[in-house]
Nanobody, 122 residues
Framework: QLQASGGGLVQAGDSLRLSCAAS????????LGWFRQAPGKERDIVAA????????YYPDSLKGRFAISRDDARNTVYLQINTLIPEDTAVYYC?????????????????WGQGTQVTVSS
């Protein structure tokens, strides 16, 4: 089970760190990802990390502002978002994949958290 937290109402230009804690199986067994879904839009990937933290993935449009990291000892994955803009407003979901390598496709993730709302005001 995955539990995302850290969302909230912030102002443009602020930074935010989202957390996703796991219970049950150790997170170290999974590749991990963060997705977001804005109202009326698809759920899109924003960051992914491989099982061993050796590789990460970000869409080109988000590189430089988003950073994913994992702490397997704490069974937690993080998403750091810097210089927030109103377009970042969405529900953010963490997900775990049984595949060990970095996964970009939503269909590769079998386990999902409940989501945390991020709202960025201008």
């Amino acid at each position: 089970q995955l539990q995302a937290s850290g969302g909230g109402l912030v102002q443009a230009g602020d930074s935010l760190r989202l957390s996703c804690a796991a219970s049950g199986r150790p997170l170290g067994a999974f590749a991990l990802g963060w997705f977001r879904q804005a109202p009326g839009k698809e759920r899109d990937i924003v960051a992914a990390i491989s099982r061993s933290s050796g590789n990460t993935y970000y869409p080109d449009s988000l590189k430089g502002r988003f950073a994913i990291s994992r702490d397997d000892a704490r069974n937690t994955v993080y998403l750091q978002i810097n210089t927030l803009i109103p377009e970042d407003t969405a529900v953010y979901y963490c997900a775990a994949s049984d595949f060990g390598t970095v996964q970009q496709l939503r269909s590769r993730y079998a386990y999902w958290g409940q989501g945390t709302q991020v709202t960025v005001s201008s």
